[in-house]
């Protein structure tokens, strides 16, 4: 009891390890080309590359060995925080004596043209032999190691305040005041997300309560075959704080992670301080992302490893990639891969960009075929390290389905099923329709009706199975702030214009880098139209689609700027009026964004649902309010006769996660829940005969046709129970 006591008061200060992790290594990996663009940016996503990846293998590992504890945990996140410091120390000490080479050198330099000003002018001067001018004073005796390190975040962020215009403060305040509202909701708000609640979470659960990463049978298929990178990091803080107090950081971490390599991705491009402050603006104030921010989705996690590899891969356009930089690349993949496959429609495109600039820029240097080959060997190094990343996961779902995508049912529900041209375009115009849904109704219908006219007259159904996500049907409203649908009109409609600018006529939007802008938008395009011929449409989809919406800000971001940077030259009437509407779509973005926080689904700052007035067990059934006293009352019912083994009978897209909250020991152990349904054909479920007690949750029918005979079945609307005679 003592040891378990210990281990919980060190878990909660363990949270703080990843942060502490990409500071350390923010540090030991700086870039050393003062070249770099945004190089602190550029720190923090290699430190972030490093950290993600040491995640999930260190999950990897421990769940082979069935170690998938606290003590394994903190001590595998101990040691590399051991690590992390003293490769910064390193880094620190490095880059101290070398500043102080270089300041010696400069005082050497000083000295000899005091004594010798004649020599250091024949050496030094424009013109040999010529004589110097006479020395300026030399400036004040410095610490070298002082004078040679950069300022610090304070001091660089402090002068870029003082130096910042009033429009450039009013877009970094909102985005500030916006992290920090959602840190506020993150931190407050229970997890209540409905996906959560079927698998996301359970999944977590079943790993704590079985030490390891083994598949078990369930009902919910994609407990198992949904890839799990995000639900790996929600693992650590599982196991640091024994519940789900800070699940919501980690997608509220990837926001963060989101905009600075949006940012960083604008200022590869071109863009100076306004235009990436205006991508970070306008990524920010997207409903989606704020409303993901406070979630347990997963969505925004993947769209941070896309945007850590794109970032990446654009410094390949200019410049040899070295090791660090390939390795990178094939950690984000591998993480992008790991949290959504759906993220690889954009990581591919890329990876091709970054291959062709490598083979350029081997050409242009005249190195031949060694550089060639150089470059191919990097593109297999890319491909092994996302290999190791991900594969152990695709291993597992081969030895159980027979395929590395996982069964059947899931190959054919998200994936597209037809690739004729016409339901090509059918899917991707249903797909933008409901991307750029508003809450103009007439507006939905006519365009709505336009497409599904459309698509009967070229012979294609626009509610066809091979095409349509289940049993769902085009269309459906998705203007509203919810955190699984709402559309992103407004940034969409930029994203598109900030393409099309890029790939006409990039030397107006970005002079100095025009041949990268246009290469980027090829992929940004390229990605975009991939997703609409290789994934379903879906009510839900517009989420799937925010690794794009990502990718493609920075575009817009850039033309907003260059806009403005037009109009305060001198340019003609209708660009001042072009500067003067899209000043008001800003201050719509603002408006919307600061909405989402303030009454989004299903948390929110004020109204009902208000994560100041609603209960814990109340937030988390705030989508099924109905729910929230029945599990209640049948949790109630089992605990109340000690019932150790609990059977689960429910369906695939059932709550299963109240159940491990409600069931679980004194102790904050997790019970032992035996589900008596099985969708893997290895995994048989348990003899319902074996268990204590049967807790159901959907069908009735379903329960009581598992229910050995002579038990007692009780059920209130969703959810019931079953117990033995005498309990």
């Known amino acids: 009891m003592v040891f378990t006591a210990a281990m919980s008061a060190l878990g909660y200060p363990l949270a703080l390890a990843p942060v502490a992790a990409i500071g350390l290594l923010a540090v030991a990996l700086r870039p050393v080309a003062p070249a770099a663009v945004a190089r602190r940016r550029l720190a923090l996503v290699r430190a972030a590359l490093v950290t993600g990846t040491f995640a999930v293998l260190t999950v990897e590992l421990l769940g082979a060995l069935r170690l998938l504890t606290l003590p394994a945990f903190a001590a595998a996140w101990l040691a590399f925080l051991a690590a992390a410091a003293v490769a910064a120390g390193r880094r620190r000490r490095r880059d101290a004596a070398h500043g102080g080479l270089r300041a010696a050198a400069h005082r050497t330099v000083e000295v000899v043209a005091a004594r010798e000003p004649a020599l250091v002018g024949a050496t030094t001067g424009p013109t040999a032999g010529t004589p110097a001018p006479a020395p300026a004073p030399p400036p004040p005796a410095a610490d070298p190691g002082v004078a040679s390190r950069p300022a610090g975040w304070s001091t660089r962020l402090a002068h870029a305040w003082r130096t910042a215009g009033r429009g450039e403060r009013l877009l970094a305040g909102t985005v500030g005041g916006l992290l920090l509202v959602e840190l506020l909701i993150a931190l407050l708000a229970e997890p209540n997300n409905f996906d959560s609640q079927t698998y996301h979470l359970p999944k977590v659960e079943h790993w704590v309560a079985r030490g390891g990463l083994d598949f078990w049978p369930t009902a919910i298929h994609r407990q198992v075959t949904i890839p799990p990178g995000a639900e790996y990091l929600l693992l650590h803080l599982r196991l640091f704080t024994g519940g789900d107090a800070l699940h919501n950081l980690v997608q509220w971490a990837a926001g963060v992670g989101v905009l600075l390599a949006a940012t960083r991705i604008t200022a590869q491009l071109g863009g100076g301080r306004r235009a990436q402050l205006l991508t970070a603006f306008v990524l920010a104030t997207t409903p989606m992302v704020a409303l993901q921010a406070t979630s347990t989705q997963t969505d925004l996690v993947c769209a941070a490893w896309v945007a850590c590899a794109a970032t990446v891969a654009l410094d390949g356009l200019r410049r040899r990639a070295g090791v660090g930089a390939m390795l990178a690349l094939g950690a984000a993949t591998g993480l992008t891969a790991l949290t959504k496959t759906s993220g690889l429609v954009a990581v591919g495109p890329l990876l091709l960009l970054w291959g062709l600039a490598q083979l350029r820029l081997a050409r242009a240097g005249g190195s031949g075929s060694r550089q060639v080959r150089r470059t191919i060997a990097g593109s297999a190094l890319i491909l092994l390290v996302a290999v190791v990343v991900v594969g152990p996961f695709l291993a597992r779902v081969t030895a159980e389905f027979g395929h590395p995508l996982g069964p059947p049912r899931l190959r054919e529900s998200i994936p597209m099923e037809r690739h004729d041209p016409p339901s090509l375009v059918v899917n991707a115009l249903r797909i933008a329709h409901t991307a750029f849904d508003?809450?103009?109704?007439?507006?939905?219908?006519?365009?709505?009706?336009?497409?599904?006219?459309?698509?009967?007259?070229?012979?294609?159904?626009?509610?066809?199975?091979?095409?349509?996500?289940?049993?769902?049907?085009?269309?459906?409203?998705?203007?509203?702030?919810?955190?699984?649908?709402?559309?992103?009109?407004?940034?969409?409609?930029?994203?598109?214009?900030?393409?099309?600018?890029?790939?006409?006529?990039?030397?107006?939007?970005?002079?100095?880098?025009?041949?990268?802008?246009?290469?980027?938008?090829?992929?940004?395009?390229?990605?975009?139209?991939?997703?609409?011929?290789?994934?379903?449409?879906?009510?839900?989809?517009?989420?799937?689609?925010?690794?794009?919406?990502?990718?493609?800000?920075?575009?817009?971001?850039?033309?907003?700027?260059?806009?403005?940077?037009?109009?305060?030259?001198?340019?003609?009437?209708?660009?001042?009026?072009?500067?003067?509407?899209?000043?008001s779509v800003l201050a719509t973005c603002a408006l919307a964004g600061v909405l989402a926080v303030s009454y989004g689904f299903p948390?929110?700052?004020?109204?009902?649902?208000?994560?100041?007035?609603?209960?814990?067990?109340?937030?988390?059934?705030?989508?099924?309010?109905?729910?929230?006293?029945?599990?209640?009352?049948?949790?109630?019912?089992?605990?109340?006769?000690?019932?150790?083994?609990?059977?689960?009978?429910?369906?695939?897209?059932?709550?299963?996660?109240?159940?491990?909250?409600?069931?679980?020991?004194?102790?904050?152990?997790?019970?032992?829940?035996?589900?008596?349904?099985?969708?893997?054909p290895g995994r048989p479920p348990a003899d319902p005969a074996s268990v204590d007690a049967i807790v159901c949750t959907g069908s009735r029918p379903a329960c009581t046709a598992l229910v050995p005979a002579g038990w007692?079945?009780?059920?209130?609307?969703?959810?019931?129970?079953?117990?033995?005679?005498?309990?």
Do not use: C
């Open 603 to 680: 948390r929110r700052l004020v109204g009902a649902g208000s994560v100041f007035t609603t209960s814990e067990w109340d937030t988390r059934f705030l989508r099924r309010p109905q729910w929230a006293e029945e599990f209640r009352w049948a949790a109630d019912a089992v605990r109340a006769t000690n019932a150790r083994r609990i059977g689960l009978v429910q369906q695939n897209d059932n709550w299963e996660y109240p159940w491990w909250l409600l069931l679980r020991d004194a102790d904050g152990s997790p019970p032992q829940l035996l589900a008596l349904q099985s969708v893997l």
């Open 438 to 583: 508003t809450p103009l109704a007439p507006l939905r219908r006519a365009g709505a009706g336009a497409i599904v006219g459309g698509a009967e007259l070229i012979g294609v159904d626009p509610q066809d199975r091979a095409t349509t996500f289940g049993r769902e049907r085009f269309p459906v409203p998705s203007w509203y702030p919810d955190e699984d649908r709402v559309a992103f009109p407004l940034v969409g409609a930029l994203a598109a214009i900030g393409a099309a600018y890029a790939l006409a006529r990039p030397g107006r939007i970005s002079p100095t880098r025009a041949g990268s802008l246009r290469a980027y938008a090829v992929v940004v395009v390229a990605a975009a139209l991939l997703h609409t011929a290789m994934i379903k449409w879906q009510p839900w989809g517009n989420r799937l689609l925010l690794y794009a919406l990502t990718l493609a800000v920075p575009l817009a971001g850039l033309w907003l700027d260059a806009l403005f940077r037009r109009r305060a030259a001198g340019a003609g009437g209708r660009r001042s009026v072009a500067a003067g509407l899209a000043v």
């Open 712 to 727: 007692r079945v009780q059920f209130r609307g969703y959810v019931g129970y079953a117990l033995p005679p005498g309990r």
